[in-house]
């Protein structure tokens, strides 16, 4: 992190906590005017520190009841099968993030889908479709105890 203040720290937790909270309304938290917390917000959306707007949505309510996470080998790392892997995963909405890691597995995963004949496509019709993969073990998720993309900043 750059050099932020006690009230930038401030601005983003609030935005973190509600992307819609009104500049009246957090310039109220903040007990500032609006004008300087307006531009301190944008600020912090020109530096990058706030990167988009979203709303969080229920994945079960919308008929998302599995939830993966599949771990991928590959055999080869070339520049070709990587391009490959990473236009397919940018390009498929059920892949919700994937990371290449360390350990036993290249890559790891967070899928949906809306249920396990869903998932079998998916794994059928989109992993093992991809180049130079070796492996993919999944796990799914019997129960979530916390989903969150807050950061726990000061």
């Not at 992190?1 to 903040?30: E, F, H, P, V």
């Not at 600020?43 to 996470?69: C, H, M, P, T, W």
Request: hydrophobic share 35%; net charge positive; aromatic share 8%.
């Amino acid at each position: 992190m750059n050099t932020l203040t006690k009230i930038d720290t401030d601005i983003l937790n609030y935005m973190q906590r509600d992307g819609r909270l009104t500049n009246a309304k957090l310039a109220s938290k903040l007990a500032m005017s609006e004008s300087p917390c307006w531009r301190r917000l944008r600020r912090l959306e020109e530096e990058g520190y706030i990167e988009s707007y979203q709303a969080n949505l229920d994945r079960r309510k919308l008929g998302f009841g599995v939830l993966a996470f599949v771990q991928l080998t590959f055999i080869e790392h070339d520049s070709k099968t990587t391009a490959i892997f990473e236009g397919v995963i940018k390009n498929c909405d059920q892949v919700l993030s994937c990371h290449n890691t360390t350990g036993d597995a290249d890559f790891l995963l967070q899928v949906v889908a809306k249920n396990l004949d869903d998932y079998s496509q998916f794994i059928d019709n989109t992993l093992r479709k991809l180049p130079g993969v070796t492996a993919i073990r999944s796990n799914l998720s019997l129960r979530e105890l916390k989903a969150s993309s807050r950061l726990p900043i000061g």
